[in-house]
């Protein structure tokens, strides 16, 4: 167990729908970090929140939004859900605001099958 | 452009053989480069972290070597065992909030 907790594993739902994945950082980490990995892709890094703001923006698609709560939790929302964001979808957190060292710890992602 | 490039994509070998997955990078400005092991369906996680000064740096049977002026690395799994089976993914840290992902090796550890 990496510490760092997302919800649903699974997820499977139709195109044009929204849905919510969320993340728990790791106990004391401040930053979240969400990633897309495609079929067959290298992971891309959507968003990254430190401490309750945006710190820093990826490929994100304007259909996807996230927030991190004050609890630091962080939601990352897709709606307009079409068949190529079917994906796994991972979170990561880390202490500081750059994600350095080995602090920089994964989830074990949500898998989202649109169909 | 910034992109981090592995090979091979995929590597069988039997349990107990040696094996070395390669990842050459073209990010600039470099600040560090990660090796992480991805088991199917589950989150990356980390092996090593090289900074420009590092040549060499092990984790067990995990070795991994860095050349930062032919901007390439290697990550060097000594007596493989079937648990070593997963995607091995580079990771090149270029400047602030930059990290560049290469798509991975496949390894497959046959009894």
């Known amino acids: 167990d990496s510490g760092v907790t997302q919800t649903p594993k699974h997820l499977i739902t139709a195109t044009g729908q929204r849905v919510t994945l969320r993340c728990s950082p790791r106990s004391g980490d401040l930053s979240v970090y969400w990633y897309q990995q495609s079929l067959d892709q290298g992971l891309q890094f959507l968003i990254q929140y430190y401490n309750g703001e945006e710190r820093a923006k990826g490929n994100i698609l304007e259909r996807f939004s996230a927030q991190q709560f004050p609890d630091l939790h962080s939601e990352l929302n897709l709606s307009s859900l079409e068949l190529g964001d079917s994906a796994l979808y991972f979170c990561?957190?880390?202490?500081?605001?750059?994600?350095w060292g080995y602090g920089y710890t994964f989830g074990s992602g949500t898998r989202l099958t649109v169909v | 452009k910034n992109q981090v490039e592995q090979s091979p994509q995929s590597l069988i070998i039997l349990e107990g053989k040696n094996c070395t997955l390669q990842c050459n990078y073209t990010v600039s400005p470099f600040s560090n480069l990660r090796w992480y092991k991805q088991d199917t369906g589950r989150g990356p996680v980390s092996l090593t972290i090289?900074?420009?000064?590092?040549n060499t740096k092990s984790n067990g049977r995990y070795t991994a070597t860095l050349d930062a002026d032919t901007k390439q690395s290697s990550l060097h799994i000594t007596a493989s065992q079937l648990s070593d089976s997963a995607s091995y993914i580079c990771v090149v840290r270029g400047g602030t909030y930059k990290y560049i992902f290469g798509t991975g090796t496949r390894l497959k550890v046959l009894a």
């Open positions: 990561a957190s880390s202490v500081g605001r750059q994600g």
């Open positions: 090289m900074t420009f000064s590092e």
